[in-house]
């Protein structure tokens, strides 16, 4: 059984750039979270996702970052016109439900560097 | 929010030696988990220990939820076992504490 797979695992964008990463779930999860790691410093929740359903997205930056999690295909955190602040560790997580007794299962993240 | 408060920050050990980390977290919660992240980056699930006590080759952990704290113990460390070591704390939501550096010298 595939654990979390995020892709890619090395992003490089200029200022101003787009960039979109994905995280596809263990198979079966229909829970979703996204982390930000900055340099030096522990991870930071930033968004929680149902298929089709933003559940908490108090950790998410108020302008240029947004997260969906399609009914098919992979979870997508997308960050607009990015700035040098966005290099960071992104790391996607799932669970099968939320709650006692599910643990949250961790990809390898995505290293975004911005030029 | 809950805060989540891991000691020591940085550890320095010889192979062989034996430690202790400890989180300490301001709330009752669901989930405790226990990660390290090794020198590429990847973060590695240790534990899910919500409470009660858990044993897995040489690391050990035990969450006392009432007292809110958690303990992670390494025994006969490695130098693999270098890395910084997180606790983090929920329920749908974690939050991480801001990890133990530990050094395992050969």
């Known amino acids: 059984n595939a654990g979390v797979m995020q892709n890619p695992r090395h992003l490089v964008r200029r200022r101003g750039q787009e960039a979109r990463l994905r995280c596809s779930p263990v198979?079966?999860?229909?829970?979703v979270y996204w982390y930000r790691q900055l340099p030096e410093e522990g991870l930071k929740f930033m968004v929680y996702l149902q298929k089709e359903n933003i559940i908490d997205e108090s950790g998410m930056p108020k302008e240029r970052f947004s997260a969906e999690f399609p009914k098919e295909g992979p979870s997508i955190l997308r960050i607009q016109q990015v700035v040098r602040g966005d290099s960071a560790a992104y790391f996607c997580?799932?669970?099968?439900?939320?709650?006692?007794?599910?643990?949250?299962?961790f990809g390898d993240g995505t290293r975004l560097s911005i030029l | 929010g809950i805060q989540v408060e891991q000691s020591p920050p940085d550890l320095i050990l010889q192979e062989g030696a034996n430690s202790t980390l400890r989180c300490n977290f301001s709330?009752?919660?669901?989930?405790l988990q226990w990660f390290h992240q090794n020198p590429w980056g990847q973060l590695i699930n240790l534990f899910y220990i919500p409470s009660g006590t858990k044993q897995n080759g040489r690391l050990s952990a035990t969450t006392v939820a009432t007292e809110r704290y958690s303990l992670l113990y390494i025994s006969s460390s490695q130098t693999t076992d270098s890395g910084v070591y997180f606790c983090?704390?929920?329920?749908?939501?974690?939050?991480f504490g801001e990890g133990t550096q530990l050094t395992v010298n050969p």
């Open positions: 997580a799932s669970s099968p439900r939320t709650g006692a007794d599910q643990p949250q299962h």
């Open positions: 198979k079966g999860h229909s829970h």
């Open positions: 709330d009752s919660v669901n989930n």
């Open positions: 983090a704390v929920g329920d749908s939501r974690l939050t």
